[in-house]
Structure formats: C-alpha cells, structure tokens
C-alpha cells in the first residue's frame, strides 16, 4: 500500500522560515510528478508547488521566489523549503504522487503549518 508522509509542520513567527518533508512507503516506483498543495480552514485546497521527476518546477504565483520544491528520487522524497513567510501561508500543507501514465493521486495525511506573531 502506497503511503505519503509529511512532517516538519509547525509554528512560526511573519518572516520566519519552515521546511517540510514528505517520504513515500510502499512501493519502489518513482512517482512522475510529487506536489506541495495546502487547504486553509474555508477555503479550497491549492497548489503550491510541483516537481516532475526530471526536476521541472511549478509554483503558484503567490509563493514564487520564496518558497522551493526539491526532490531525492532515489528516496521519493519531496522538500518545501519556506521562506519569509506570511501569515497567509497558514494551512494544513499535504504531498501528493503521481506515477506516469495514471491519474490517481496518492496523498499524504497533511501537517499543519502556521504562520503567527
């Protein structure tokens, strides 16, 4: 059985810094594509930022050039390195995978992440 597991969640103060992490269990495959999206309490969930297996970045508009997705595919590992944070960002932050050719998404179980003076 698939599983993604983030952790590094927590508290920080505006302007602060938070890295989380996401492994996968389960499997052997590489994912094609692994995703940072976050939900915040009454609104949708959304992107954040995703990585293809070849290193491809996407983000969304409102954390470009202060946050950075990485990845270790010989681990299956995502990273989200967030910087000078807003009180915005605040959200429960989940990963997803992808593998090549599929449309289901697997999912990690979230972290929240808060961002607070």
């Known amino acids: 059985q698939v599983q993604l597991v983030e952790s590094g969640g927590g508290s920080v103060h505006p302007g602060g810094s938070l890295g989380l992490s996401c492994t996968t269990h389960?499997?052997?495959?590489?994912?094609?594509?692994m995703a940072w999206h976050r939900q915040a309490p009454g609104n949708q969930r959304e992107l954040v930022a995703n990585i293809d297996r070849h290193g491809v970045t996407h983000y969304a508009e409102s954390v470009k050039g202060r946050f950075t997705i990485t990845r270790d595919n010989a681990q299956n590992t995502i990273y989200l390195q967030m910087n000078r944070m807003e009180p915005e960002d605040t959200a429960v932050y989940y990963c997803?995978?992808?593998?090549?050719?599929?449309?289901?998404?697997?999912w990690g179980q979230g972290t929240q992440v808060t961002v607070s003076s």
């Open positions: 997803s995978g992808r593998f090549w050719g599929t449309v289901k998404d697997f």
């Open positions: 389960g499997t052997s495959a590489t994912f094609h594509v």
